[in-house]
């Protein structure tokens, strides 16, 4: 069994992008350019863009701050819901700090709920997501999307044009082609890396904040991985998993890690940071950009939408595209959405594409290493 103890150097200036943006992201306030703060993958990140403000994915992934929250907070409440208002009350991520502006969406209750506690330390706006995708939904999300327009006019006196968001549109499916194009290097059978290196780099495009360099580097990197592949296989053929669930990272890390410490490699993540908020693109066509926006970021398939057959069709996809052998349902603990959600997906693995499933509730804290690592051991060893 191979232990993955460090990164290849290929990986390392992604997986130093979160600390480096630390630095940026002072300088950039420093040139009094707009921050805003962001939770989640429906946030359409075109209307910011369109006015010149940085994007910032606020920490939540972490234990550090959840003894602090749960002083305001219930316990048994989701542990990223907790980590990221302890941040906030802890001002420990340096992201909240610089943050002018928090945008949320009403996704699960445990969230909007805590924003209106959130919006006591910083101010917090935020957008009603309907649960359902239908053309009501359509409708009012796309007048959210217009309402957030018109917020961010009036808190920073600036004027957002629809010209300026048809060319963040642009610029930022870009972004998705190149991070798409990255990712699919899973494909390859063996693998030319291993999931803890395609997580580190799709983590680390969020904290690049000169988006216009963001293809550049993914191609970049995308071509170093594929020479070294062609020069030689690194890694011999493995069962073959998909990671789905609640997003995943930092603490919840720990799953990729026990997954491949235990014989096996990641190909693919569907979940938020992964192929979720990736794989469509905004309609470059659609001369109504809002329209175009709400189309696109209404279909991610959350387990906060009722139904939520868009995940379903994903994971059909990559299932087949990526040879997937298994897939693992990470699941946060206290997240009933995903939860719930859990025996839809399990029923579409075995049942439609008669793969191997398992479902693995955990939280952030370390405790729960030597089980997890028991579970997957189990599981990759009948794949
Ligand atoms: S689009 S996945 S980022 S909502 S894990 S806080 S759902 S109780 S994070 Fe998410 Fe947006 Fe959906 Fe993606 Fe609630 Fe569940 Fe916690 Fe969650």
Not at 334 to 363: G, M, P, Q
């Amino acid at each position: 069994m191979k232990l993955q103890t460090e990164l290849p150097a290929v990986f390392e200036e992604f997986a130093e992008a979160r600390r480096n943006g630390f630095l940026a992201v002072k300088k950039i306030k420093d040139q009094n350019v707009p921050v805003i703060g962001v939770f989640c993958g429906y946030f359409p990140q075109e209307v910011a863009m369109a006015m010149g403000a940085a994007i910032v994915g606020l920490c939540a992934f972490s234990d550090e701050t959840i003894a602090e929250a749960e002083k305001d907070l219930p316990r048994n409440l989701c542990p990223l819901i907790k980590s990221s208002y302890g941040f906030g009350k802890t001002d420990k991520c340096p992201y909240f700090y610089f943050s002018d502006l928090v945008v949320g969406e009403t996704t699960c209750d445990g969230k909007k709920k805590m924003y209106e506690y959130l919006g006591e330390i910083k101010p917090v706006y935020v957008m009603e997501l309907p649960n359902c995708q239908s053309e009501e939904g359509l409708k009012l999300w796309k007048k959210e999307i217009i309402r957030l327009k018109e917020t961010l006019e009036k808190k920073f006196g600036v004027t957002i044009t629809e010209e300026a968001i048809k060319e963040a549109i642009v610029v930022k499916n870009k972004e998705r082609k190149a991070l798409k194009e990255f990712y699919q290097l899973s494909k390859y059978d063996p693998v030319p890396m291993l999931g803890q290196d395609l997580y580190k780099v799709m983590m680390g495009t969020g904290f690049e904040f000169n988006r216009v360099l963001i293809p550049e580097k993914l191609d970049d990197i995308r071509k170093k991985v594929l020479a070294e592949y062609k020069e030689e296989k690194k890694y011999s053929k493995k069962p073959r998993i998909l990671i789905t669930g609640c997003p995943i990272g930092g603490a919840t890390e720990k799953v990729i890690k026990a997954i491949e410490d235990n014989g096996a490699v990641v190909v693919a993540f569907e979940s938020c940071g992964g192929a979720k908020t990736v794989e469509d693109l905004v309609d470059e066509s659609n001369p109504d950009v809002y329209e175009a926006l709400a189309e696109k970021y209404l279909a991610i398939g959350c387990s906060c939408m009722t139904p939520n057959p868009n995940r379903i069709k994903l994971l059909d996809r990559m299932i087949d595209e990526y040879q997937v052998d298994g897939v693992v349902d990470m699941i946060l603990t206290a997240c009933h959405t995903y939860n719930v959600e859990t025996l839809s997906i399990k029923r579409f693995v075995n049942d439609k594409k008669e793969k191997s499933y398992i479902s693995l509730e955990t939280d952030f804290s370390t405790s729960d290493i030597g089980q997890i690592n028991t579970r997957m051991a189990a599981f990759i060893e009948m794949l």
